[in-house]
């Protein structure tokens, strides 16, 4: 495979010819799997010997080989590790068999033929199509032909297609973002004599390709798949190319017969593979705690080592001499040479301490649980899409990481997004208001109207007014209130990023719309209506029907959404008429700008803006924008009455936008912009951002508000009693969000999320102020004074007591200091913090409301320049604070947070807490929080499946996350927890018996237990029940888990797997043993067992005796443990004491003639005895009820979990309901 070499320039970009000798070497193979068989081997012992547990059985392997060393055949020391490596492999293989079929579906996908063989895609060589060429030996610089419902091969970029007149063609990306509504992708076009045309639209046809020159700019290869930037070269002329043109590798092209296209990136360059990448690895605390007890297991391991090794040496020197049959063996080695070889033969008869089976168990109970997540049926459900249609087949929980599932027993925070996370993010236009010029005052100065309620309000106003044409351009406010309300509509008609769905099963003649945005959805069918619908749209025209009559728009220019500016607009020219030579406009045609987006920028950008400013003391004041162009109606009238309207629709919960409109009469000047626009879009490299966002800057400005749009966005179902339930549980919930405050605690209030009535509610309001922040635009000694000032202002906001200020706070920056002192005696951590811990000493529920440019300010390392450390070790002050504030409150609210705030926040706070986070979002704005969290997951949502993609776990709904953690994140926990614990204990019980042994043979390392029968106890006899209980054991029955959430709450506190849930297990692994090794020891002295055959008891019968109570006892244990039982259960318990006599049997049978055959018959002359069964039953069941029964009871009666008390509650009520349904 022949990996791509980019050759980039001085600028960091890379060039793609036709000419393919001119370009770096390529492949377009793919490679997803990890292994060849050539490599298998070695990589993947490589990737087993990572575990620390089998570098320790490989050591342990390895000193069984010494001759003369291990008191076992090596064989039973090599046999169970090569078990466990061989079933580690046969699952790693098993996988990367599936990942190398999909890789050869892949590189051998060849292009599309008719049934008479005649190609139909294909690679264009020397001007004919070629379909036979396989995916894999496609390269950069070829020329593809695409066919519709075809996958694109490659990265390509789109130069023709076979919409002539436009050269659309339509992707579908489900592959790559989940989302199933085509995507429409332009040929690149170009202006030439005023006329605009396709520039390579003379590319039609293979043969066209012979002999032309095309030439590529572009970015390298990156995993964006919403940015990419190009430079399209084509006869001496040359466009700026984007996303608009790419076609990306993976995607489908629909409705859309042919397309041709350039080849930009192959194999692993494209997007696809790019974006194909693992997650970040997360570990559950369990595999840590794991981790910690392997170590202290090791630790143990070795200090009994020792003190074996030293009772050897000291039984050496007691009896060298004095017992002559042994005196060989106590001669042969001085003191310090026997204290070495035992510490060798040690290391092998204890090792047993370390459950090898342990791991390979630990993988099958978790991947069973993730199976058992997905076929939970109470969490399957149907989706609908944006019209409330039903989505496809109903779906389920979708486990997409089995390694965190006891990881969501233990999660303290949840921080989650609002918008389809807990709302439907179903639009519902809801409230609009539009401005009326015709009003004196605030209340006449604006219409509102409620879709809801009068659909055709504004229809009526427009037929009374007998309108029937767009407004005309007045280069300030038309005074006319109908200009106002047509510039409202056709904003909502055509500021959008809509297609037309190609519904073929529709009932009815109404357009139906689609597109990325639920809220542009919405807004369209309000303009629809009431007069003013969208017809049709291709990437350079949009049509519109006003009161049935059609008039086009090109599109000169978009200017998309971006977070940083919140908000998108769209500059049109028309009305046009369709010619055969084109778009021509009419004499009333005029150029426009378009404008929609949140009020805090829309409103600080408009004809006499007005903005609440900070004057450094924690006040905010109205103020007039320097520089914006007057409106006195606007600031005078209009304003109030808006900014008024906005706060009330936020109050209710209403997701606002603000409408507004720009006439371009200035010809020139739109010219000038229009041409560094174009320019910047040329632009292929780092400074492209900051050119695109100059020149957004600029036309962004001095525009006119016309209104204000409410959507509605109603809470999913069981939101509000899942947050309460969650919150009862211990749980804090934050909910991150980019709507303005009085939207956000609206909606947290709906969702009982806070409860403004009974809670006590703090907030911290810190905003930076203006005049303090960093900007670069600014000279070197103007910026420094900023910094200065911004420093002095922290500095005092984190002493806000009246402490004196630093020594280089001088001059305005103590003014600025005092400003930071003023803030923080506000509403800020001072006041929040007592009136939290004052709440809880109330037992008051108490949460937290703030905003991110106050978390700009507390999260570490602070704003934007600053440099003195005073400043520094202020803001992580306050962050301290902070957390112990969260560490208070029961919930919090997050408004106008970016999606890197968001991430950042869940990855500070973690770091800062050490507690288990959880984040749970829908859209791709919630990336990196999930990537972020412990635990990440994704709801099936109406933004496509980035969150899925990039969560651990997937449901359908928000209700669905109280299942998952309550029952199966509880479930997964015990479970785990039991098959380690139990694990542990019976390896502990067989380690100490050979201890307790070591104390009769003279510390010799003699084994009590046949090798195999060592062997097999480790990782065979007893592995079934661990397995079983991991799988369906479960301590609560799945109704008390979900609906008590007190339940939840110790879970935290390590209920399964703390100190104690140790010595329960642990110091009975140490006293069991004891009791059986003495009772069997002094009761076979007598030559009990085979007294009546003639035959005295030996070592071997001796062992096999112990090693079957000591299974027999680990089995009662266990099923003293156990509190779901069915069948599995009893079938893993059953299975294992009859695999253990059927073994022994076969095992003693068959006569070696290699190694040790001391074993041979023992089984018969042991198992025939009836006292070994009396035994088995007597240790077993006897020694657990006489020892864990009164236990057992003692620590319910005095010392009940709250696990068990609810437990007594229920069965209390069972046994009630049982009498009553008697009665």
Same mark, same amino acid.
């Given at each position: 495979?022949?990996?791509?070499?980019?050759?980039?320039?001085?600028?960091?970009?890379?060039?793609?010819?036709?000419?393919?000798?001119?370009?770096?070497?390529?492949?377009?193979?793919?490679?997803?799997?990890?292994?060849?068989?050539?490599?298998?081997?070695?990589?993947?012992?490589?990737?087993?010997?990572? %575990?620390?547990?089998?570098?320790?059985?490989?050591?342990?392997?390895?000193? &069984?080989?010494?001759?003369?060393?291990?008191?076992?055949?090596?064989?039973?020391?090599?046999?169970?590790?090569?078990?466990?490596?061989?079933?580690?492999?046969?699952?790693?293989?098993?996988?990367?068999?599936?990942?190398?079929?999909?890789?050869?579906?892949?590189?051998?996908?060849?292009?599309?033929?008719?049934?008479?063989?005649?190609?139909?895609?294909?690679?264009?060589?020397?001007?004919?199509?070629?379909?036979?060429?396989?995916?894999?030996?496609?390269?950069?610089?070829?020329?593809?032909?695409?066919?519709?419902?075809?996958?694109? %091969?490659?990265?390509?970029?789109?130069?023709?297609?076979?919409?002539?007149?436009?050269?659309?063609?339509?992707?579908?990306?489900?592959?790559?973002?989940?989302?199933?509504?085509?995507?429409?992708?332009?040929?690149?076009?170009?202006?030439?004599?005023?006329?605009?045309?396709?520039?390579?639209?003379?590319?039609?046809?293979?043969?066209?390709?012979?002999?032309?020159?095309?030439?590529?700019?572009?970015?390298?290869?990156?995993?964006?798949?919403?940015?990419?930037?190009?430079?399209?070269?084509?006869? *001496?002329?040359?466009?700026?190319?984007? /996303?608009?043109?790419? !076609?990306?590798?993976?995607?489908? #092209?629909?409705?859309?017969?042919?397309?041709?296209?350039?080849?930009?990136?192959? *194999?692993?360059?494209?997007?696809?593979?790019?974006?194909?990448?693992?997650?970040?690895?997360?570990?559950?605390?369990?595999?840590?705690?794991?981790?910690?007890?392997?170590?202290?297991?090791?630790?143990?391991?070795?200090?009994?080592?020792?003190?074996?090794?030293?009772?050897?040496?000291?039984?050496?020197?007691?009896?060298?001499?004095?017992?002559?049959?042994?005196?060989?063996?106590?001669?042969?080695?001085?003191?310090?040479?026997?204290?070495?070889?035992?510490?060798?033969?040690?290391?092998?008869?204890?090792?047993?301490?370390?459950?090898?089976?342990?791991?390979?168990?630990?993988?099958?109970?978790?991947?069973?649980?993730?199976?058992?997540?997905?076929?939970?049926?109470?969490?399957?459900?149907?989706?609908?899409?944006?019209?409330?249609?039903?989505?496809?087949?109903?779906?389920?929980?979708?486990?997409?990481?089995?390694?965190?599932?006891?990881?969501?027993?233990?999660?303290?925070?949840?921080?989650?997004?609002?918008?389809?996370?807990?709302?439907?993010?179903?639009?519902?236009?809801?409230?609009?208001?539009?401005?009326?010029?015709?009003?004196?005052?605030?209340?006449?100065?604006?219409?509102?109207?409620? =879709?809801?309620?009068?659909?055709?309000?504004?229809?009526?106003?427009?037929?009374?007014?007998?309108?029937?044409?767009?407004? *005309?351009?007045?280069?300030?406010?038309?005074?006319?209130?109908?200009?106002?309300?047509?510039?409202?509509?056709?904003?909502?008609?055509?500021?959008?990023?809509?297609?037309?769905?190609?519904?073929?099963?529709?009932?009815?003649?109404? /357009?139906?719309?689609?597109?990325?945005?639920?809220?542009?959805?919405?807004?369209?069918?309000?303009?629809?209506?009431?007069?003013?619908?969208? %017809?049709?749209?291709?990437?350079?025209?949009?049509?519109?029907?006003?009161?049935?009559?059609?008039?086009? =728009?090109?599109?000169?220019?978009?200017?998309?959404?971006?977070?940083?500016?919140?908000?998108?607009?769209?500059?049109?020219?028309?009305?046009?008429?369709?010619?055969?030579?084109?778009?021509?406009?009419?004499?009333?045609?005029?150029?426009?700008?378009?404008?929609?987006?949140?009020?805090?920028?829309?409103?600080?950008?408009?004809?006499?803006?007005?903005?609440?400013?900070?004057?450094?003391?924690?006040?905010?004041?109205?103020?007039?924008?320097?520089?914006?162009?007057?409106?006195?109606?606007?600031?005078?009238?209009?304003?109030?009455?808006?900014?008024?309207?906005?706060?009330?629709?936020?109050?209710?919960?209403?997701?606002?936008?603000?409408?507004?409109?720009?006439?371009?009469?200035?010809?020139?000047?739109?010219?000038?912009?229009?041409?560094?626009?174009?320019?910047?879009?040329?632009?292929?490299?780092?400074?492209?951002?900051?050119?695109?966002?100059?020149?957004?800057?600029?036309?962004?400005?001095?525009?006119?508000?016309?209104?204000?749009?409410?959507?509605?966005?109603?809470?999913?179902?069981?939101?509000?009693?899942?947050?309460?339930?969650?919150?009862?549980?211990?749980?804090?919930? $934050?909910?991150?969000?980019?709507?303005?405050?009085?939207?956000?605690?609206?909606?947290?209030?709906?969702?009982?999320?806070?409860?403004?009535?009974?809670?006590?509610?703090?907030?911290?309001?810190?905003?930076?102020?203006?005049?303090?922040?960093?900007?670069?635009?600014?000279?070197?000694?103007?910026?420094?004074?900023?910094?200065?000032?911004?420093?002095?202002?922290?500095?005092?906001?984190?002493?806000?007591?009246?402490?004196?200020?630093?020594?280089?706070?001088?001059?305005?920056?103590?003014?600025?200091?005092?400003?930071?002192?003023?803030?923080?005696?506000?509403?800020? !951590?001072?006041?929040?913090?007592?009136?939290?811990?004052?709440?809880?000493?109330?037992?008051?529920?108490?949460?937290?409301?703030?905003?991110?440019?106050?978390?700009?300010?507390?999260?570490?390392? *602070?704003?934007?320049?600053?440099?003195?450390?005073?400043?520094?070790?202020?803001?992580?002050?306050?962050?301290?604070?902070?957390?112990?504030?969260?560490?208070?409150?029961?919930?919090?609210?997050?408004?106008?947070?970016?999606?890197?705030?968001?991430?950042?926040?869940?990855?500070?706070?973690?770091?800062?807490?050490?507690?288990?986070? #959880?984040?749970?979002?829908?859209?791709?704005?919630?990336?990196?929080?999930?990537?972020?969290?412990?635990?990440?997951?994704?709801?099936?949502?109406?933004?496509?499946?980035?969150?899925?993609?990039?969560?651990?776990?997937?449901?359908?709904?928000?209700?669905?996350? %109280?299942?998952?953690?309550?029952?199966?994140?509880?479930?997964?926990?015990?479970?785990?927890?039991?098959?380690?614990?139990?694990?542990?204990?019976?390896?502990?019980?067989?380690?100490?018996?050979?201890?307790?042994?070591?104390?009769?043979?003279?510390?010799?390392?003699?084994?009590?237990?046949?090798?195999?029968?060592?062997?097999?106890?480790?990782?065979?006899?007893?592995?079934?029940?661990?397995?079983?209980?991991?799988?369906?054991?479960?301590?609560?029955?799945?109704?008390?888990?979900?609906?008590?959430?007190?339940? =939840?709450?110790?879970?935290?506190?390590?209920?399964?797997?703390?100190?104690? &849930?140790?010595?329960?297990?642990?110091?009975?692994?140490?006293?069991?043993?004891?009791?059986?090794?003495?009772?069997?020891?002094?009761?076979?002295?007598?030559?009990?067992?085979?007294?009546?055959?003639?035959?005295?008891?030996?070592?071997?019968?001796?062992?096999?005796?112990?090693?079957?109570?000591?299974?027999?006892?680990?089995?009662?244990?266990?099923?003293?443990?156990?509190?779901?039982?069915? $069948?599995?259960?009893?079938?893993?318990?059953?299975?294992?004491?009859?695999?253990?006599?059927?073994?022994?049997?076969?095992?003693?049978?068959?006569?070696?003639?290699?190694?040790?055959?001391?074993?041979?018959?023992? &089984?018969?002359?042991?198992?025939?005895?009836?006292?070994?069964?009396?035994?088995?039953?007597?240790?077993?069941?006897?020694?657990?009820?006489?020892?864990?029964?009164?236990?057992?009871?003692?620590?319910?009666?005095?010392?009940?979990?709250?696990?068990?008390?609810?437990?007594?509650?229920?069965?209390?009520?069972?046994?009630?309901?049982?009498?009553?349904?008697?009665?």
């Amino acid at each position: 495979m022949a990996k791509s070499k980019h050759v980039l320039t001085e600028h960091g970009t890379m060039h793609v010819y036709s000419d393919k000798s001119k370009n770096h070497q390529s492949s377009n193979f793919i490679k997803t799997s990890k292994y060849e068989i050539w490599n298998f081997l070695p990589l993947n012992l490589y990737s087993q010997f990572g %575990r620390i547990s089998n570098v320790y059985f490989f050591i342990n392997m390895c000193v &069984a080989l010494v001759p003369g060393v291990s008191p076992i055949s090596p064989i039973t020391a090599i046999f169970p590790l090569v078990f466990v490596l061989a079933v580690g492999a046969a699952k790693d293989a098993y996988e990367d068999y599936h990942r190398h079929k999909d890789d050869e579906k892949w590189n051998s996908m060849p292009g599309k033929t008719n049934d008479d063989g005649s190609p139909l895609s294909g690679v264009v060589i020397n001007g004919k199509l070629d379909a036979s060429v396989p995916s894999a030996d496609i390269q950069v610089g070829d020329i593809l032909k695409i066919g519709r419902g075809e996958q694109i %091969r490659a990265d390509v970029l789109l130069l023709s297609s076979s919409d002539s007149a436009e050269h659309n063609a339509y992707i579908e990306t489900m592959q790559l973002d989940g989302e199933t509504n085509a995507k429409v992708r332009q040929a690149a076009s170009t202006t030439e004599n005023n006329v605009t045309k396709n520039l390579t639209c003379d590319l039609v046809t293979p043969s066209a390709f012979q002999g032309a020159e095309i030439e590529v700019e572009c970015v390298p290869p990156s995993a964006d798949l919403h940015e990419w930037t190009g430079k399209l070269v084509y006869k *001496g002329r040359s466009e700026g190319v984007n /996303i608009n043109q790419f !076609l990306y590798r993976g995607s489908k #092209l629909v409705s859309t017969q042919w397309a041709y296209g350039i080849v930009l990136y192959c *194999g692993m360059d494209t997007k696809m593979q790019k974006n194909n990448k693992p997650k970040p690895p997360k570990r559950g605390i369990l595999d840590m705690r794991l981790n910690h007890l392997l170590l202290y297991m090791l630790a143990l391991q070795i200090a009994v080592i020792l003190l074996m090794c030293a009772g050897s040496v000291l039984y050496r020197n007691a009896n060298e001499g004095d017992v002559w049959y042994i005196d060989y063996y106590l001669q042969q080695y001085s003191a310090v040479a026997t204290f070495f070889w035992r510490f060798l033969t040690y290391f092998i008869l204890v090792s047993v301490m370390i459950p090898i089976s342990l791991f390979v168990t630990i993988e099958l109970t978790k991947t069973a649980q993730a199976k058992l997540m997905g076929w939970d049926r109470k969490m399957v459900t149907t989706l609908l899409d944006a019209n409330g249609d039903p989505i496809g087949d109903p779906v389920g929980c979708n486990p997409r990481a089995s390694d965190l599932n006891e990881q969501l027993a233990i999660v303290k925070y949840i921080f989650s997004d609002k918008t389809g996370t807990l709302t439907e993010n179903r639009m519902a236009f809801h409230t609009g208001d539009i401005g009326n010029p015709e009003g004196g005052d605030p209340k006449s100065a604006g219409i509102e109207f409620e =879709y809801t309620k009068k659909a055709t309000e504004l229809l009526d106003l427009l037929q009374r007014k007998n309108v029937k044409s767009p407004p *005309g351009g007045y280069p300030t406010r038309s005074p006319e209130m109908i200009d106002n309300v047509m510039w409202y509509l056709m904003n909502l008609s055509l500021c959008h990023e809509l297609s037309i769905l190609d519904d073929e099963n529709k009932k009815s003649d109404v /357009i139906l719309y689609q597109g990325a945005s639920p809220d542009e959805v919405a807004l369209a069918k309000v303009a629809q209506a009431n007069g003013v619908e969208f %017809r049709s749209r291709t990437s350079g025209a949009m049509t519109i029907a006003i009161m049935g009559n059609e008039y086009i =728009y090109k599109i000169v220019d978009t200017l998309p959404f971006t977070s940083k500016r919140k908000m998108m607009s769209i500059i049109l020219y028309g009305p046009c008429e369709a010619t055969p030579g084109g778009l021509m406009p009419t004499k009333n045609a005029i150029r426009f700008l378009l404008i929609k987006g949140a009020d805090s920028s829309v409103m600080a950008r408009c004809n006499g803006a007005i903005v609440a400013e900070s004057d450094g003391s924690g006040k905010e004041h109205m103020v007039r924008v320097e520089n914006a162009k007057p409106d006195p109606w606007y600031s005078d009238t209009y304003f109030p009455r808006l900014n008024n309207k906005l706060s009330k629709l936020g109050g209710i919960g209403l997701r606002t936008l603000v409408l507004a409109y720009k006439p371009l009469l200035d010809d020139a000047r739109y010219e000038a912009w229009h041409s560094s626009y174009v320019k910047a879009q040329k632009i292929v490299g780092p400074t492209r951002e900051t050119e695109m966002e100059e020149c957004w800057d600029k036309m962004e400005r001095d525009f006119t508000v016309c209104g204000c749009t409410a959507i509605e966005d109603r809470l999913q179902d069981k939101v509000p009693e899942t947050v309460e339930h969650l919150i009862k549980a211990g749980i804090v919930i $934050w909910m991150l969000t980019g709507d303005k405050q009085e939207t956000a605690e609206t909606i947290a209030g709906t969702a009982r999320l806070i409860n403004k009535q009974t809670w006590q509610l703090c907030y911290l309001n810190a905003k930076l102020p203006g005049a303090y922040s960093e900007d670069i635009s600014l000279p070197p000694e103007q910026r420094e004074v900023r910094r200065n000032n911004c420093e002095a202002w922290l500095c005092g906001l984190a002493d806000p007591t009246g402490g004196s200020p630093p020594s280089w706070v001088q001059g305005p920056a103590l003014d600025a200091h005092k400003g930071g002192q003023a803030t923080g005696k506000g509403a800020f !951590l001072m006041e929040a913090l007592t009136n939290a811990k004052n709440a809880k000493q109330r037992g008051q529920n108490c949460a937290l409301v703030t905003d991110g440019a106050t978390l700009g300010v507390l999260i570490p390392p *602070g704003p934007a320049g600053i440099k003195k450390e005073e400043a520094k070790d202020a803001v992580n002050k306050m962050w301290h604070d902070f957390i112990e504030l969260a560490g208070i409150v029961n919930s919090g609210v997050l408004c106008r947070l970016t999606p890197e705030q968001k991430g950042l926040i869940v990855r500070v706070f973690q770091q800062t807490t050490g507690e288990t986070a #959880l984040a749970i979002g829908d859209g791709s704005n919630d990336v990196p929080m999930i990537n972020e969290s412990y635990v990440g997951v994704g709801i099936m949502g109406l933004e496509g499946s980035q969150a899925v993609l990039a969560s651990d776990y997937a449901i359908p709904r928000f209700k669905h996350l %109280r299942r998952l953690l309550m029952v199966h994140g509880r479930y997964s926990l015990y479970r785990n927890s039991i098959c380690i614990l139990f694990s542990f204990y019976k390896n502990l019980m067989l380690a100490a018996t050979q201890i307790f042994y070591s104390f009769l043979c003279g510390f010799s390392g003699q084994t009590l237990f046949d090798a195999w029968l060592l062997a097999f106890q480790n990782f065979a006899f007893t592995s079934l029940p661990p397995l079983f209980a991991g799988i369906v054991e479960q301590d609560v029955d799945e109704d008390m888990a979900e609906n008590k959430p007190e339940l =939840y709450a110790e879970l935290r506190d390590g209920l399964y797997f703390n100190k104690r &849930a140790m010595c329960v297990w642990f110091i009975p692994a140490i006293i069991h043993p004891l009791v059986l090794f003495l009772l069997t020891y002094s009761t076979q002295l007598n030559d009990d067992i085979g007294a009546s055959t003639g035959r005295t008891t030996d070592i071997s019968s001796h062992g096999t005796l112990i090693l079957a109570c000591q299974i027999t006892t680990a089995l009662f244990k266990l099923s003293m443990h156990i509190r779901c039982w069915n $069948w599995l259960q009893v079938a893993g318990i059953m299975a294992s004491f009859i695999m253990f006599i059927l073994f022994c049997i076969i095992y003693s049978s068959i006569e070696i003639f290699w190694g040790d055959s001391s074993y041979y018959h023992s &089984a018969f002359y042991t198992m025939n005895d009836p006292k070994f069964w009396l035994w088995n039953l007597f240790f077993g069941a006897g020694l657990i009820g006489a020892i864990e029964l009164p236990l057992l009871y003692f620590q319910k009666q005095y010392f009940p979990t709250t696990r068990d008390l609810a437990q007594k509650v229920a069965n209390v009520n069972k046994a009630f309901e049982t009498r009553r349904c008697q009665v």
